[in-house]
């Protein structure tokens, strides 16, 4: 007999969940490479450097030391403190270690934020394009997006009177990386002047600034938004060592918080993955200490490939780009291509695009869409120059074929 099932197996929440875009793309990318196919992926944000040799000593030395054992949930003392002298050192900001909360990945502490701040009814604001993980997690909190248009044009930023005008009693949380992911833009310190002047007049609103490429930053110097006294008390900066250091699979994260919200996110964490990694922990302090001339040399590097990918990108008629100021992305809006023909079919979508690059050029992108933004698509440029020529090349080729 067969028996009927009354509920569905899995939750709501995660059969709405959208899966992330740029995860997905890897996946499609590693099943044609399986096919024997020359895939060049340009989809995930991840440096092609191996982490620096004086942090991967630190962390055999942990091991060496037993640093086996639980942590406390919100990291080490002395790496809270590592992270405080950091954040005076870099950012000009005064977080002292007990307003410090590392985490599993800037993945985890931005969820931990999101569930922490937020209730049903409440909105986030959200400039375009956003990290695709941003609405995810604050749908899963109950909370509602309301998001910020922005273009090529304007170099993916929004203005003072966007934000005033997007702002209504029930926004809870601002939440915006500099520099972006995915578009490499970065806010100057007069614009976050400007954005700072706005949000001073709404204090029920909790700004979270999310600062993972804030050594990626080709400008003359990363500028943070807590360092403005009329948002004192209210900021919340988020970074890690992904970016900057070549840490993708290190998988730690942390922030600098209000007192009430570093305890609460320590507090929601303890219930889920309680404190990172041990040894991880013990190489971050070696890695936020003085020696940052791998970090240097990495910036100098996708500098010269951001040259290398505008003036190739610029070659491709119907393709509008800008000059990103940050990171390792560039966020090229296709939207000519829409309505033309590969073959018999019509590309009716920038997705669909992306999806006719992937299969016909063996070109992994990340389609605009699940960064807020149909018309563009996220390409990475953490590659290597002769990938990134093949890759352009063969992407020129196939838009060329297009009628």
């Known amino acids: 007999m067969e028996t009927v099932l009354s509920k569905p197996r899995l939750s709501k929440r995660i059969l709405e969940m959208k899966e992330s875009s740029t995860l997905k793309m890897a996946a499609l990318s590693r099943a044609l490479k399986a096919e024997g196919h020359n895939v060049i992926s340009l989809s995930l944000g991840e440096p092609d450097f191996d982490t620096p040799e004086h942090i991967k000593v630190a962390a055999k030395q942990a091991i060496d030391d037993n640093f086996s054992h639980y942590t406390p949930v919100p990291g080490y003392l002395d790496l809270r403190e590592a992270i405080s002298h950091k954040f005076k050192r870099d950012n000009k900001v005064d977080y002292s270690p007990a307003q410090i909360v590392v985490s599993t990945g800037a993945k985890q502490t931005l969820a931990n934020l999101m569930l922490c701040l937020l209730n049903e009814g409440d909105e986030v604001i959200l400039p375009i394009p956003y990290w695709v993980s941003y609405e995810a997690q604050v749908i ?51 614009e976050l002047e400007a954005l700072a002047d706005v949000l001073a007049k709404h204090p029920q609103i909790v700004v979270v600034a999310d600062e993972i490429y804030e050594h990626i930053n080709f400008t003359d110097g990363h500028f943070s938004i807590a360092q403005l006294p009329q948002l004192k008390d209210r900021v919340v900066t988020v970074n890690g060592l992904s970016k900057g250091f070549a840490m993708t699979g290190w998988r730690l994260g942390y922030m600098g918080a209000p007192l009430d919200i570093a305890k609460a996110c320590s507090k929601m964490q303890g219930q889920f993955t309680s404190a990172t990694c041990s040894i991880t922990q013990r190489a971050a302090i070696v890695a936020l200490g003085d020696n940052l001339e791998p970090t240097f040399k990495m910036k100098e590097a996708f500098k010269q490939r951001r040259a290398l990918m505008i003036e190739l990108l610029s070659d491709m008629p119907g393709v509008k780009i800008n000059e990103p100021e940050g990171a390792f992305y560039i966020f090229p809006d296709f939207s000519a291509f829409v309505g033309k023909k590969a073959g018999d079919t019509v590309i009716e979508s920038v997705d669909q695009l992306c999806m006719h690059i992937l299969n016909t050029a063996h070109v992994a992108l990340v389609a605009g869409a699940g960064f807020g933004n149909p018309e563009c698509m996220r390409i990475s440029y953490a590659n290597s120059e002769e990938n990134l020529r093949e890759a352009m090349a063969r992407m020129k080729k196939c838009l060329s074929e297009l009628s």
Request: charged share 20%; proline share 6%; net charge negative.
């Open 140 to 190: 899963l909190a109950g909370a509602t997006v309301n998001s910020i248009p922005t273009s090529v044009d304007t170099d993916f930023k929004i203005t003072a009177a966007q934000l005033e005008e997007a702002i209504n009693e029930n926004t809870k949380v601002f939440l915006f990386s500099s520099p972006c992911n995915p578009s490499g833009s970065v806010y100057l310190k007069e």
